[in-house]
């Protein structure tokens, strides 16, 4: 026997064949089902329901032979991912709840579970790899790698993850690609086998994000500013390739940038590069959410894709928000450092440079990126591990 090892089981495919694997090759596998979401009231019809995740769960658990133990941690879910959600969209910021969700719930209480179950290893159904390495300190350090499938890779998601949660993590199935994943369960009789990939926030499922919301957020109806084609995005700010604070900065609109073509029923509830919820027609390019301003309830877009007000050269990070997923590879103040750089999840990665400053880091693209959106995550990279990432600021 390998060892005592705790798996996450969801009710998904991925993390079921996770513990069929481990199953295979010789360790002692409990599986874990948490229930962190009871309230289906705001999730669109059939998505998602904890009630049928868990049936699922059971009937896998049965079919390879583990006991599943049953943990609600609701409550901690409320607290520290969905407060956290309605906080950051108050404040006209877009969270990441699956980044928080498995820094504070699928690896911390769930690893606390684990522990209790005397689990030598816990592991999960996550796209990714781990592997030790021996720092130039002489310590051992644990390597957050992307998964070995291009299309599913989910490093990103864990982006916020410590030496401590991920020094006994096992993920069984970050060298197989997808279609491997689901031949493998079909293979197996696994009921779950051809069930479709949960969609929407993590362990909520698909929302009516206005909806959701407003469960705290009360609807407030506003203006929506069209912004005109003049030159108005290069007077806001300066262009010096050189100064990161001018480069990092969002752009800033007033009214009067602008003509109002229709109304909202709520600023907090838009971010940046949104295009559906708009309701507004008749133009020759879809429109697109190019800024939002949630003290004065103004919605600002801009015609087409390419509109240049959704693109930008850098971003800055502050230094209560960066976070090092290997610590011994941090900058130092006036360093610098060629990464590899995503700002959303399964976006392809984006060469750029990396600038530690007495205030925070700046991250300066090769190429602009588009929607840059204050309260997501900028995960950098060397090759294909995952060395750090951080809120983005503005």
């Known amino acids: 026997m390998k060892g005592k090892v705790v798996v996450g089981l969801s009710g998904g495919v991925d993390s079921a064949v996770a513990a069929y694997l481990l199953k295979q090759q010789g360790y002692e596998v409990h599986a874990l089902f948490m229930i962190n979401w009871k309230n289906s009231s705001v999730t669109l019809s059939g998505d998602c329901a904890w009630e049928e995740d868990q049936i699922m769960a059971q009937m896998v658990a049965k079919q390879i032979g583990i006991p599943l133990h049953i943990v609600d941690s609701s409550a901690r879910y409320m607290e520290h991912v969905v407060n956290y959600m309605f906080n950051e969209y108050e404040h006209g910021r877009t969270p990441n709840p699956d980044v928080m969700c498995n820094r504070e719930i699928k690896f911390e209480i769930f690893n606390r579970h684990a522990q209790e179950l005397g689990a030598d290893f816990v592991a999960t159904g996550h796209y990714c790899r781990r592997q030790e390495i021996v ?10 790698l992307a998964g070995s499938d291009p299309n599913k ?28 994943v689901r031949r493998i369960a079909a293979q197996a009789n696994l009921a779950c086998a051809e069930r479709k990939d949960s969609q929407g926030i993590c362990f909520v499922g698909k929302v ?32 010096n390739p050189k100064d990161l604070v001018a480069l990092s ?16 029923i709520g600023a907090q509830y ?50 209560d928000e960066i976070h090092h997923v290997r610590p011994d590879l941090a900058l130092e103040n006036d360093q610098s450092k060629r990464c590899k750089v995503r700002i959303r999840y399964r976006q392809p990665m984006q060469d750029a440079i990396l600038f530690k400053k007495s205030e925070g880091l700046y991250i300066k693209f090769d190429v602009p990126q588009k929607s840059i959106t204050a309260g997501q995550f900028a995960a950098w990279y ?12 503005g």
């Open 270 to 319: 838009y971010t940046i590069g949104q295009r559906k919820g708009l309701n507004i027609g008749g133009h020759k390019l879809p429109l697109f959410v190019v800024a939002t301003d949630v003290e004065k309830n103004v919605v600002y877009v801009g015609e087409g894709e390419n509109h240049p007000g959704l693109y930008r050269k850098a971003l800055f990070i502050s230094n």
């Open 208 to 239: 009516d994000l206005p909806v959701f919301l407003q469960q705290k957020l009360k609807a407030k109806d506003g203006d929506i500013v069209q912004l005109t084609d003049d030159a108005f995005v290069y007077r806001l700010r300066n262009d």
């Open 382 to 393: 060397d090759g294909d591990e995952l060395i750090g990432s951080g809120t983005i600021a």
């Open 249 to 264: 900065k969002p752009y800033v609109y007033t009214p009067d940038d602008g003509f109002i073509i229709g109304r909202h």
């Open 153 to 180: 890779d989910q490093s990103y998601f864990l982006c916020q993850m410590s030496q401590e949660q991920l020094k006994n993590v096992l993920f069984p199935i970050g060298d197989i690609i997808k279609p491997e």
């Open 135 to 144: 720092g130039e300190d002489g310590k051992t350090y644990s390597r957050l």
